[in-house]
């Protein structure tokens, strides 16, 4: 009773965030259509996959602190954009940023076979490793063009203003389709994914092909998180926060904790994005805002668990 | 023992050598670390005090002749040091610290970032008291100021068009009215959309743009007419249906976010800008 009045209030307010962020202002239709309408998909997007991949990460890995970036195809997808941000190429930086993200990909995947057998704890160091070398190139880029500056913060700390061309919208709605289909996909892996987190000797002894299923969880979030780095910079404690409140109030049952954390992920996001925009005149860095409730959050959590 | 006197000699002759500079070296000059310094310097008719400069100071084209010391966020102090100049000129922001490194080592060092117009006039009153030219500061600020009046009494009683100038794409960020560029645009006659910003520059709202209707467009953010045509929800813009939309090419950035004895020139071409665009209403 009391989960079914916190699920019926968390909607509303979902409207309510919806509502303001679509009104707020009393836009004209053009703004309402052409600005906002897009800056809600992107957000809404951004949100579900980082909160969707954290809930799985954090099964798959068997790991509560993962989440969508710790396998460091963020730093690579961020590296990639900003190279084509520097380069000139501003237009281009999603496909710098999917480049980036398919590399990292690539290279940690590599990283995390021995003798050609793949290992859960090498994918971890893998990515952490790929992480951290990709970040430093970034510090590097930073240092060597201080004069971009607000380019490469945008893409360190989230950026939900961006401006879509005609061209580019289209393109964009098309990946979010496809990364909708990935996230459907995963939707269906849910079971095999709890399974596979009770243990991998458990799951293959039920038929689950741990290693096949491994790989594809793998591959198939990391081209969401590319595309939504790309779009949407990094983001960071959306996909460790959300999953966490969600298995707070829905302990078990990944199929329900996953969809639920995609729903909230979208809604959390854009809340955080509300007060980016409107807590100063100067629009803040988005993931200055989920940093700012997300630690308070986590906190919260660790001393009530 | 004579082997080892021999190689003692080798020695001594390569260290004495290596300690000769490859060129000539310049001491008691001037080392300017600021593109804008180094053109008002230039304007002043000292540019054969300057010793080095930054590979971004480039106006002049004489100044690239000058020893680099390296660029404007990236500075090779042992290079200035090692130049022994008599006055080092720095800008603010990143260079403040820089500033701060050489002054403890008993350099003289001077900081110098004009924000405004009345600030512009004080710093090259400065530099010419600085560099002994007074004179030739006081004739400069003089024709500056005279030029300037020119071009308010030009735009006085005339409509002011509103200017967007965008400086980044991605994220978006304009200039504050505060902003020497801003007070260059309003000199000019023009109505930054803008006018208060948390900073001078700052990042802004595609939705702010779209109401605020600007009827001309500095794009200085490397994007393309194409590109800025085919944003979502800009194509009601005055300047996007009128092709008010200025780039680099149109209107030299050096002109405008400099601030030199050139930003007269800058207002100047604002102004023929905006007289375009009231000629047509």
């Avoid at chain 1, 809340?271 to 925009?277: G, V």
């Avoid at chain 2, 509103?162 to 304009?174: A, C, D, G, Q, T």
């Amino acid at each position: 009773m009391k989960r079914q009045a916190l699920f019926l209030l968390w909607l509303l307010l979902s409207v309510a965030i919806v509502m303001l962020y679509l009104g707020l202002g009393t836009p004209d239709g053009n703004i309402l259509l052409q600005v906002r309408l897009p800056r809600l998909v992107l957000t809404l997007f951004a949100g579900m996959v980082l909160a969707g991949i954290g809930s799985i990460y954090q099964l798959m890995l068997a790991n509560p602190l993962a989440e969508p970036y710790i396998l460091g195809i963020s730093s690579g997808s961020a590296l990639g954009s900003i190279l084509a941000g520097l380069s000139g190429f501003i237009l281009l930086m999603p496909l710098g940023g999917f480049l980036g993200a398919g590399l990292t990909m690539l290279l940690v995947w590599h990283l995390a076979h021995q003798n050609g057998r793949f290992d859960k704890s090498r994918l971890l160091i893998a990515g952490v490793i790929a992480g951290m070398f990709f970040a430093a190139c970034i510090s590097l880029l930073m240092y060597l063009h201080q004069q971009d500056t607000a380019l490469i913060l945008g893409t360190l700390m989230g950026n939900l203003g961006r401006i879509f061309g005609q061209g580019e919208w289209y393109f964009f709605l098309f990946l979010v389709g496809l990364s909708l289909a990935i996230l459907a996909y995963l939707f269906y892996c849910s079971h095999a994914i709890e399974i596979m987190g009770t243990g991998d000797l458990y799951a293959s002894s039920l038929g689950i092909d741990v290693v096949q299923l491994r790989r594809r969880i793998f591959i198939l979030s990391s081209i969401v998180i590319g595309i939504c780095v790309s779009y949407a910079g990094i983001i960071g404690f959306t996909g460790l926060i959300v999953p966490h409140l969600v298995r707070f109030i829905f302990p078990s049952g990944q199929k329900k904790i996953y969809l639920v954390s995609l729903w909230s992920g979208g809604v959390f996001l854009l809340a955080c994005d509300l007060l980016a925009k409107h807590l100063l005149t100067l629009e803040l860095p988005v993931g200055v805002i989920t940093a700012f409730i997300g630690c308070p959050v986590f906190v919260l959590l660790l001393r009530k668990s | 023992m004579k082997k080892f006197v021999h190689a003692m000699l080798i020695l001594s002759a390569i260290f004495c050598f290596s300690c000769q500079g490859t060129s000539p070296r310049k001491e008691g000059g001037i080392v300017v670390l600021s593109p804008e310094v180094a053109e008002i310097v230039c304007a002043l008719g000292a540019e054969n005090q300057i010793a080095a400069v930054t590979e971004e100071c480039n106006y002049p084209p004489g100044l690239a002749a000058k020893q680099k010391v390296g660029n404007f966020s990236a500075i090779n102090r042992e290079a200035i040091i090692a130049l022994k100049p008599a006055l080092v000129f720095c800008s603010s922001l990143e260079q403040e610290m820089i500033a701060a490194e050489l002054g403890k080592l008993g350099l003289k060092v001077e900081v110098v970032y004009p924000g405004s117009l009345e600030g512009l006039f004080s710093a090259i009153g400065r530099i010419g008291s600085l560099i002994d030219r007074q004179t030739e500061a006081s004739k400069l600020i003089g024709t500056m100021k005279k030029d300037i009046e020119l071009i308010r009494q030009s735009s006085k009683g005339k409509p002011r068009p509103k200017v967007y100038l965008e400086i980044y794409r991605n994220p978006l960020m304009s200039v504050a009215d505060s902003s020497f560029v801003g007070v260059l645009i309003e000199t000019a006659g023009g109505d930054n959309i803008f006018s208060s910003l948390e900073r001078d520059y700052a990042r802004v709202n595609s939705e702010a743009v779209i109401k605020a209707r600007p009827d001309v467009m500095i794009c200085y953010s490397q994007d393309s007419l194409e590109g800025i045509l085919a944003r979502k929800g800009w194509q009601n813009i005055p300047a996007l249906t009128n092709r008010d939309i200025l780039f680099e090419k149109d209107l030299n950035p050096d002109l405008l976010q400099r601030a030199t004895p050139r930003s007269v020139l800058g207002m100047k071409q604002l102004r023929l800008i905006f007289d375009r665009w009231q000629a047509r209403q």
